[in-house]
């Protein structure tokens, strides 16, 4: 007798954002923070579409700050701590969606996204996908690319596509958790350092650029793609720009480098 019991998938939602300035002599503390926990974080639109689709979503919490110097240590840890402990007593969860920035430094750590993915990867292992929302302006480091399985950032600057993103981070969790897809995100870092300013995605030369994502997104075996500008005002190890295309898995990996390697290339030859 077959069983018509449905399976619901249980995503676990989270994160930190903060673009730090290293040059700001202030620390961002705990208060400068604004924080969302459990039935707060599912009024975010991105979230309402998951629920809507029938998902169980697990809200853990999310902090989120203006544009302010390195965050402080203690503040960094108590936000962490909160969330890695949502995460141990969440039980079985399907997948994890992590609402991050990529330019978040912190007082004696450095780089606080690939701190936070790392501590999560441990408590959860490799086999729950762990996606990720990013900002166009994020300095991304090779940790937080190998702790993660899906990482998808903004396409515009100024940014009008915050919930559109976290929507897709969100999507393509999901896709990955109902097919078995086992995702593989590959970074390229051109050697290009600007501040905001020189990247606007409506004009020329960053228009045609961004456009390339799009066609990018469509080849076969690729999940996702993104081009991140940087964020120039971070004296960090990983600041500058970044291509990242994930793969649908580990088959399509070297499509997603060379794809990865085509926009760099064509990044770099624009400075």
């Known amino acids: 007798m077959k069983s018509n019991a449905v399976t619901v998938l249980r995503i676990l939602i989270g994160g930190m954002s903060h673009e730090s300035n290293t040059f700001n002599r202030s620390h961002t503390e705990l208060d400068d923070f604004k924080i969302s926990r459990g039935k707060d974080i599912l009024k975010d639109e ?11 979503v697990i809200p853990t919490i999310y902090a989120g700050a203006l544009p302010s110097g390195t965050v402080s240590r203690s503040a960094y840890l108590q936000i962490r701590d909160e969330l ?18 990529g330019a978040m430094e912190v ?37 937080l690319v190998e702790s993660t399985d899906i ?31 086992r995702p593989v995100p590959v970074m390229v870092k051109p050697p290009v350092l600007l501040p905001g300013e020189k990247v606007v995605t409506s004009i020329e030369p960053a228009l045609s650029l961004y456009r390339e994502l799009e066609k990018i997104d469509r080849l076969p075996g690729i999940l996702g793609s993104s081009l991140l500008v940087g964020m120039a005002w971070a004296d960090c190890p990983n600041a500058g720009a970044s291509v990242i295309v994930v793969a649908e898995d580990e088959d399509h990996k070297i499509e997603a480098y060379n794809q990865a390697c085509k926009l760099a290339k064509a990044y770099w030859e624009r400075r």
């Open 107 to 143: 007082e004696g750590l450095g780089d606080g996204e690939s701190d936070l993915a790392k501590n999560i990867r441990d408590i959860v292992g490799e086999e729950i996908p762990i996606s990720a929302s990013l900002d166009l302006h994020g300095n991304i480091s090779p940790e």
């Open 151 to 181: 990482l998808t950032a903004y396409r515009t600057a100024p940014h009008v596509d915050e919930v559109e993103t976290r929507k897709k981070a969100l999507t393509l969790l999901v896709t990955c958790v109902k097919k078995r897809m």
């Open 46 to 56: 991105a979230v309402k579409s998951l629920l809507a689709k029938g998902i169980n």
């Open 84 to 101: 890695l402990r949502g995460i141990e007593g969440s039980g079985k969860i399907d997948g994890i969606c992590l609402f991050l920035h």
